[in-house]
Every structure is written in C-alpha cells, then in structure tokens.
C-alpha cells in the first residue's frame, strides 16, 4: 500500500505539486492521467525519489516517511520494494538485454550470478525476448527495449512497479506491442501506478484513474466514471480534446 499525504514539490519558483494526497492499495492498478506539466511524472518520481519532494508524508508497506527529511534506509526500502519503467527505456547502451535485467539482482538484491542468470531468463522469456537476450540496445527496437525495461522490473519481484508513459517514445506502429506486455503484468496481480495517454488501455486496466492538473488531484473514480461520468469541468475539458465527444457525459 502507498498513501501521500500533502505531497508538496517545487522547481525553482515553479510550484509543481501543490498538496497531493493519493492512496495505492495493495493489487491495485492506478492509473494517472493530465495534460503535460500537470504533476503526474513529478509525482511518480517523488515515490521512488527519483525528485525529493518538498515536504509531505508517504506511508509504504507500512512504513511511514517524513518526505522532507528522508532518511537514506527509508529511500533503500522503498527502492527495494518498488522498481520504475522509464519513458525513455533507461537500458545500459554497453550492455546485453540480459545483463540489463541483472543489473538490479546482483548489485541492488546480492543475488549470485546463476541465480541472476535464471531470474532473467525467466523474466525476458516471460516478455517474449529471450531470443534476443543477447542484443544490445541499439539492435532493438523501441519497443523491444521497453519490454526489456518491463523484464527487468518484473525480476525484482517488486511490491510496486511505477509506469512513466511507457509508450510515450515509442512509434505508433510498436505501441500495441508493449501495451499487451503492461496488460499481463496488470493481469498477476502486482501493484501498479502508471502514467500514460493511452486512453484504452487505461479504460481496460486501471482499477481507478487519478487526473491531475496544475499540480493537484482534479478528480479521481473508477475507469468509467472518469471516462464517461466525469464531475468536474477540467476533465470534461481534457477528455474532449482526447477522446470523441459522444463518448462521454456531459
């Protein structure tokens, strides 16, 4: 479970979270939705601390942080615990697809490197790219590299895996590609928080959808609440542009 309380981040003089609250329950997939510089991947980063936010609480298996003093355990419990799939894929150029995967089980989890070996293989077969466990990132493509970024957070066997618009870099044509991945691991029961455009795949998948702008937590409900029942007037805003106009309530 992860619960922020008053989530408070700012850029400068740029005030990006103002006062976010949000609660993740355990098996849950959360999805976060806005326009751009409304938060969301500020917000996904501050869990992880990737982004030290300002100031706020956040509760994490039970654990409860004081995000303005982080104490350096507390950040390597929760990286621990959680593992994040970058826009931009975030692989070692100078490394395998496999080696990538290992990465984190021997240097973060101590893992020997056999059992490292396996746990890869598994999760790069699980992801259907075990053919390829030997390419680097240049012989892939985009949404080749993505799944590798999927394979390695899965072998960590996270409480928590955090989605930062996974497709956003991708060509439209390998969009579908990686979205079926994202769909098996929502599918096992694992807790997610993804950021994303994808308006289907969000309708298809998230047990609840948060949107933000400005800086703060517009709305949230059940996928066909926002989609289709939204509030508030900003969502009506935001889904009009997005999605076709007789596809929601006014």
């Not at 895996?161 to 390998?174: G, K, M, N, V, Y």
Request: some cysteine.
């Amino acid at each position: 479970m992860i619960e922020l309380t008053s989530v408070k981040k700012s850029f400068a003089k740029q005030e990006v979270l103002k006062d976010v609250s949000l609660r993740v329950n355990d098996g849950e997939v959360v999805v976060i939705l806005g326009p751009s510089g409304s938060g969301k991947t500020t917000l996904l980063r501050c869990i992880n601390f990737l982004e030290r936010a300002d100031s706020g609480l956040m509760n994490f298996g039970g654990n409860e942080i004081d995000l303005r003093k982080t104490k350096k355990k507390e950040i390597l419990y929760v990286r621990r615990h959680s593992a994040f799939v970058f826009q931009n894929y975030g692989l070692f150029a100078h490394k395998t697809a496999i080696q990538n995967v290992m990465e984190g089980l021997t240097q973060v989890q101590k893992k020997s490197k056999a059992d490292a070996t396996k746990i890869a293989e598994d999760a790069l077969s699980w992801v259907g790219l075990l053919d390829k466990k030997d390419y680097y990132p240049s012989q892939l493509s985009g949404g080749q590299q993505q799944r590798v970024g999927i394979a390695r957070a899965i072998a960590l066997k996270p409480d928590v895996i955090l989605f930062d618009e996974p497709t956003s870099a991708l060509d439209p044509e390998l969009v579908g590609e990686t979205l079926e991945v994202i769909k098996k691991v929502a599918k096992s029961g694992i807790t997610m928080v993804v950021v994303t455009h994808e308006m289907s795949f969000a309708e298809e998948v998230a047990d609840r959808v948060i949107f933000m702008d400005g800086g703060v937590v517009v709305e949230e409900g059940k996928p066909d609440e926002i989609f289709y029942r939204p509030k508030e007037e900003r969502t009506r805003q935001f889904l009009s542009r997005i999605m076709p106009a007789d596809s929601y309530v006014i």
